[in-house]
């Protein structure tokens, strides 16, 4: 059985996601990018309540590897936001944002 | 059979009503019905969105979960994609009021949703402002121009502390009575900037930071007296440009940058004035967001995940009550 359920949900700010909910399954969140917008990607236990809540918030269940994708193109956003910088500037922001797996 | 009263030595008392959660922590109960408990729990819920994504924005550092100030920011690229706009949330949605007069980021914040004051920054790096609930009025400038700052207290007493100047980190310090900034005879005993700033101007906490060159992120903490810096418990997670909320002696840090590789972050960290300890994370890992309210009761919102986000979190610390069963 697999251990997360990975999807895309527009957070729709308050009550997306309660506290109750936070206690009831695990839920992480990324930001993606699908070639025009961001996009909110989550990484949500596999119960059955995490399962539900994908549901209601209207989500769109990705496999792991769309789910990765997505938040790949965001990081390569990131990364070419960093190399615009001045080297001023990248002495601040410190190093180039490196890729994120997500779990 | 071993029972309550065995292990307890005295029995369950019987309660017609449930108590308040928070009054029946760590207790049992029966109510006629069922078993019950409250036990302690923290965590993370979504708050209304910012209506303008944006990072290195500022704070009104002493506001709270339900009244508190978003100001200026970024949301380059392209850079620097200053945002003048500026929000308040009420707890549950924000509402855009007056712009700031000059916009910038990467500055600090302190004060109250009515009485805010934002100072430090790029461009204008020694600039402050004042804001009363309606309008912006210019501050005061700072002595020591600088952006990536940590910063503390209210409108009229305020505190800044570390930064970059534009060429080097700095650990200089400079306390605001309202009109004017003055340095103090303390700096940071780890010159640092993207620290991070929660308390007062007679009790501030300073936490974690980079102290480039190397740009290496370090767990510090340094506590401030009104006078000068002495060294703090150590942070679980070196990090830089996290949030904020408490004071010196009960305070939560999160989210942030982890070097190398400005990996965010979802950690929440909480430090009781000797000791960090680790709290649940938020749900969105994202840099330079910006925090307010309590150690129990806290809000971050915004910040670069890695693009610019609208996301809120609130943190909340409380009892909530359990029926006991035995399956």
Same mark, same amino acid.
Do not use: L, R
């Given at each position: 059985m697999a251990i997360f359920i990975y999807g895309t949900a527009n957070?729709?700010?308050?009550? =997306? =996601?309660t506290a109750q909910d936070r206690r009831d399954f695990f839920l992480r969140g990324y930001t993606g990018h699908d070639g025009s917008n961001y996009v909110d990607v989550w990484v949500i236990g596999a119960n059955e309540k995490g399962a539900l809540w994908l549901a209601e918030k209207d989500g769109v269940e990705k496999t792991k590897t769309e789910a990765q994708n997505l938040v790949n193109a965001a990081i390569t956003l990131a990364q070419n936001a960093w190399d615009a910088l001045s080297d001023e500037e990248k002495a601040i922001q410190g190093s180039r944002p490196t890729a994120v797996t997500v779990p | 059979m071993t029972d309550y009263k065995t292990i307890h030595g005295k029995k369950v008392k019987f309660l017609s009503s449930d108590p308040p959660a928070a009054v029946g922590e760590g207790q049992v109960w029966y109510n006629g019905t069922d078993y019950k408990t409250a036990i302690g729990s923290e965590a993370w819920a979504s708050g209304g969105n910012l209506n303008e994504g944006r990072f290195g924005h500022a704070s009104a550092?002493?506001?709270t979960q339900t009244a508190a100030l978003c100001a200026t920011g970024t949301e380059g690229p392209p850079w620097p994609g200053i945002v003048t706009s500026v929000e308040e949330y009420d707890g549950s949605s924000w509402t855009e009021q007056s712009n700031v007069n000059a916009g910038r980021e990467s500055m600090a914040g302190c004060g109250t949703q009515t009485a805010g004051l934002i100072f430090g920054g *790029? $461009?204008? *790096?020694d600039d402050t402002e004042e804001y009363d609930g309606t309008n912006w009025t210019d501050g005061g400038d700072m002595n020591t121009g600088r952006y990536h700052v940590g910063g503390a207290g209210t409108q009229t007493a305020g505190l800044v502390f570390g930064g970059y100047t534009g060429t080097a980190k700095t650990g200089v310090t400079e306390e605001y009575n309202g009109s004017s900034w003055a340095n103090s005879p303390g700096s940071l005993n780890t010159p640092r900037f993207s620290i991070t700033g929660c308390g007062t101007q007679t009790a501030a906490l300073g936490s974690a930071g980079n102290i480039n060159p190397p740009s290496t992120v370090v767990t510090n903490t340094e506590e401030y007296d009104g006078s000068s810096w002495t060294t703090g418990g150590s942070m679980n997670t070196a990090r830089q440009d996290m949030g904020a909320a408490g004071i010196q002696t009960n305070a939560i840090v999160f989210a942030g940058r982890i070097q190398p590789g400005s990996t965010l972050s979802n950690a929440t960290e909480a430090y009781d004035g000797t000791s960090w300890s680790t709290k649940p994370n938020v749900s969105t890992a994202r840099s330079q967001g910006a925090g307010a309210g309590t150690a129990a009761a806290g809000l971050l919102f915004g910040g670069?995940? $890695?693009?610019p986000s609208t996301a809120t979190e609130e943190f909340t610390a409380g009892a909530i009550e359990k029926t006991i069963t035995d399956s």
């Open positions: 957070n729709t700010g308050k009550g =997306f =996601f | 550092q002493a506001g *790029s $461009p204008d *790096s670069g995940a $890695p693009g």
